[in-house]
Structure formats: structure tokens, C-alpha cells
């Protein structure tokens, strides 16, 4: 049995990752920390948590195996550095470990990294690209709920040399990607009725994206304009993706897009969490699991593929995938603990 940790559980990405691995039949959560509820039974802080017998500690100390950390960004390297000098398996749900260059994580950051020898270790935890990585690594950069999406609606077209490198994500996320603290923009009578973009002049997992997109793909330098919206939902994210076909690619409307379809049905024949549909999917499709839901299609005046997808942000876009990720460093079958169906309506 796997003894697991997390720290900072009070997040809602520790929330899921607590009821998530509860069910998990090869781990055992033995600790949770939580800075704010430190001192508190986890049941009395979350009621429907009651059944994880544990209280909310200050410190990991008990003996574990591996560890989720939920803190924010900066926090959480500082936290997690000395777990992975232990030689404990550490899964970073946060941005610190992603960037592989330390200058470009200052910059969108802010701050200097704490320890920028790690930056090019870390495995970035996108197992449907990354799976081989991912088990050699004791340390697990969990990507974005943003890019995670995006990056599985077009790794395949880049990876099979089938787009141009300019590139459109228009992308929407329910209010719960803010995280818990307080805000004036989540605030109810702000989001109700409402849909707004933000970080117009570049948001933090932009240079994410660019970063996975051109490992994807040989002398690949992506140019891609990426805008995010808020939605007036609690959960999921629903990305609108545009690039430009290659002339080479292109032969009549109807062949072209089931070569696009084949491509796509084929890069994901055997992974458990991306489902390759025939119809533009909605976020209730994945509302509470772990499935990415791609609808790949052309716009055949324009020659422009069109892939839409949609995940639900704190399972796929967070804790489910960091769950993934634990499983395949523990050699256990990638969907362990994973199978739920989605809510609906």
C-alpha cells in the first residue's frame, strides 16, 4: 500500500486530491497539511471528507511514499525541495517545476527560482505525451488546468507536421480555476450572468504551452495567441483551438477531415483519459473525472483545423492527473482509482 501525503489540502485541487485518493485501492493518505485549518479534524473543515479519519497538520512528518503538494506557486518548491532531497516521489500541482528555464520562470513569476537545478529533472506530468518521463521521475511537474487541455487538442497535428506554427486557443474556465481566496472578480454577483477575458497582454501558462507544443514537435516554434475566459460555472474548461493547415495536408473537405480524424483516433487509441468524439463535446461531459474530450474538425474555406476539447479543471486539469501521474511512477495501470463517469446533467 502506497502511503501518500498532501500538503496543503485545504485548496480545492487538495479537496479533490483528498476525495480522489481516499477510493484509490493501492494508497492510504496518512497525513494532510493546511495552514489556515491546522489543529482541525479534516471532516469538521470539509463535512464531506468526514470519512478521511485525519486531522490538518502544520508539517509533513510521517513516513510516506509520496507527496502532493497543492500551495501555491513559490511556496510550493519551497515545501517540496526538501522531500525530493529525502528521495520521496513529489508531485507539484503547482507551477514550480514546469518551466524548464529558470529565467523564463522569473519573469512570469516573478520571483527567482529556489532551486533551478530541478527545473530540467522534473518530468512535466502530461502522460498521454510524457508516459515514459513520467515513470523515470521522482519528481513530477502536474501541468496546468489551461494548457492541459489545449495541449492535448493539438500535440497531434504538431507532433504529425500537419499545422502551421501560428496559432489560436481561445479557451473558458469555470470560477473554481481562481482557487479559494477571496476576490472581487469571483465574487457571485460579478461571474453570475457574466463571461469576461483576462490576462489579454499574456497569461502565466502561456509560456507552458509554447514550451510543450515546441518539444512536441521537430524545429516546431510555435506562435500562439492564447486568451482565456470566465465563465459563470463552477468546474471545466472548454478550449477552441485554430491553426492553419499544411497545403500538403489538404485534399477535398470530406478527406481531409478524416485524415484529421484518423490521425487523432490513432495518437489516442490507447490512452484511457482521451476520448476522440464525432460532435463538439460540452464541460458536463467531463464534469468530476479524468477524461479530455477532443472533437477534431476542419474548416474547409478556410483550410483551418478546429479542435475543440474540455476537461474538468481540478481532476483532469489537477488532481485527477497528479493522481495519473502517481500511478505510472508506482508502475500501477494509469487509470487506478480513476474510472469514474461524469456527472450529467
Not at 39 to 50: A, C, I, R, T
Not at 271 to 279: G, H, L, M, R
Amino acid at each position: 500500500m502506497i502511503k501518500a501525503a498532501i500538503i496543503n489540502v485545504t485548496g480545492y485541487a487538495g479537496i479533490e486530491l483528498a476525495r480522489l485518493l481516499h477510493r484509490h485501492p493501492n494508497t492510504e493518505l496518512v497525513q494532510v497539511t493546511g495552514r489556515s485549518a491546522a489543529g482541525q479534524k479534516l471532516g469538521e473543515v470539509f463535512p464531506h471528507l468526514s470519512d478521511i479519519d485525519l486531522n490538518i497538520d502544520e508539517e509533513i512528518s510521517a513516513s510516506i511514499d509520496v507527496v502532493f503538494s497543492a500551495l501555491p506557486q513559490t511556496a510550493s518548491a519551497e515545501a517540496l525541495i526538501p522531500m525530493v532531497e529525502k528521495g520521496i516521489k513529489s508531485i507539484d500541482i503547482s507551477a514550480d517545476f514546469r518551466l524548464k528555464s529558470a529565467s523564463e520562470y522569473e519573469e512570469w513569476y516573478g520571483v527567482p527560482h529556489p532551486k533551478p537545478q530541478l527545473l530540467e529533472t522534473a518530468a512535466y506530468g502530461l502522460p498521454e505525451i510524457n508516459k515514459s518521463e513520467i515513470k523515470a521521475s521522482s519528481l513530477v511537474a502536474n501541468p496546468g488546468c489551461y494548457p492541459t487541455a489545449a495541449l492535448l487538442a493539438l500535440a497531434p497535428a504538431v507532433i504529425e507536421n500537419i499545422i502551421g506554427e501560428d496559432i489560436i486557443i481561445d479557451a473558458k474556465s469555470g470560477v473554481s480555476g481562481a482557487g479559494r481566496s477571496l476576490n472581487l472578480t469571483t465574487h457571485f454577483s460579478e461571474v453570475n450572468e457574466n463571461v469576461s477575458a483576462y490576462a489579454v497582454k499574456g497569461h502565466r501558462h502561456l509560456p507552458e504551452i509554447t514550451q510543450e507544443l515546441g518539444r512536441s514537435g521537430s524545429s516546431f516554434n510555435p506562435r500562439i495567441t492564447f486568451l482565456p475566459h470566465l465563465i459563470p460555472m463552477t468546474r471545466g474548461i472548454l478550449d477552441s483551438c485554430y491553426a492553419t493547415l499544411a497545403d500538403s495536408f489538404i485534399e477535398s473537405n470530406d478527406r481531409t477531415i478524416a485524415k484529421i480524424k484518423d490521425i487523432y483516433q490513432d495518437f489516442y487509441r490507447n490512452e484511457p483519459f482521451v476520448k476522440v468524439v464525432d460532435s463538439p463535446p460540452m464541460t458536463k461531459h467531463t464534469l468530476g473525472n479524468n477524461d479530455c474530450i477532443v472533437y477534431p474538425t476542419v474548416d474547409s474555406r478556410t483550410n483551418r483545423l478546429i479542435v475543440i476539447s474540455c476537461i474538468d479543471n481540478l481532476v483532469k486539469g489537477a488532481a485527477g492527473q497528479a493522481i495519473q501521474n502517481m500511478n505510472l511512477m508506482f508502475d500501477m495501470p494509469e487509470n487506478e482509482g480513476l474510472e469514474q463517469l461524469a456527472l450529467y446533467p
